[in-house]
């Protein structure tokens, strides 16, 4: 089955520790996005890659960092520079010459006390 | 900047009542207005991709309708499995990366 993985499905961290979320898709999409989602907020986007070895701030890259070694996976790293990083991340890819439409991940609930 | 509004935050529907969720969106050329469906604690699930004006998709008790400042998801005697929130998206045709403006998003509850 294809499709795209986000793992842990939860992860607990203490403030000022370095977390990073995994985000591996099989579906050979080019381009992938990482989102963050906050109660009575729409998703906003955090990073985005369009092709391997290169990648793009989105509207809220403070305290984040991503890196696109392979096709396949776009790890984001959150950072103890994040001032409020307890959300809901969810990572999305695209098949930039078939369609616009995005393909989300099941998600990785972070909480940090 | 573009900017996407989902109206009503909240609807409660009994089982076969039918209605309407409204996305109104503000956008430099649309090249894409999306609807994704959301379980709680879940991703996203693609629902429909509208291009154009006038243009509609179906999908089991789901229609969605587009016009030049607003699209619908119109649900047909909808059933309790249709509860989600419903997320509205656009993308502009000058958007670099093809990045997506999502709403909040409409929170629809269906009881039996």
């Known amino acids: 089955d294809g499709g795209i993985t986000q793992s842990p499905k939860y992860l607990f961290r203490k403030e000022g520790q370095n977390v990073t979320l995994s985000c591996e898709q099989n579906l050979n999409h080019d381009a992938m996005y990482w989102y963050r989602q906050d109660p009575g907020q729409g998703l906003r986007l955090i990073y985005y890659?369009?092709?391997?070895?290169?990648?793009q701030k989105g509207d809220i890259a403070e305290g984040y960092s991503v890196s696109r070694e392979k096709k396949e996976s776009f790890p984001l790293t959150v950072t103890s520079a994040q001032k409020n990083p307890t959300a809901f991340y969810l990572c999305a890819s695209r098949n930039r010459a078939k369609s616009y439409e995005q393909y989300f991940g099941p998600g990785t609930r972070l909480t940090v006390t | 900047e573009d900017q996407v509004t989902q109206s009503p935050e909240a609807l409660r529907l009994q089982e076969g009542e039918s209605s309407s969720l409204n996305c109104s969106y503000t956008v430099s050329g649309l090249r894409g207005l999306f609807w994704y469906r959301q379980d709680p604690g879940k991703g996203p699930e693609f629902l429909f991709t509208?291009?154009?004006a006038g243009e509609e998709k179906e999908k089991e008790r789901l229609k969605a309708t587009l016009t030049k400042k607003e699209s619908f998801l119109h649900i047909t005697a909808p059933k309790p499995e249709d509860s989600a929130t419903y997320l509205c998206a656009v993308q502009a045709y000058e958007t670099s990366g093809s990045r997506l403006t999502f709403g909040e998003g409409t929170q629809l509850t269906v009881n039996p």
């Open positions: 890659s369009q092709i391997v070895n290169d990648f």
């Open positions: 509208l291009y154009s």
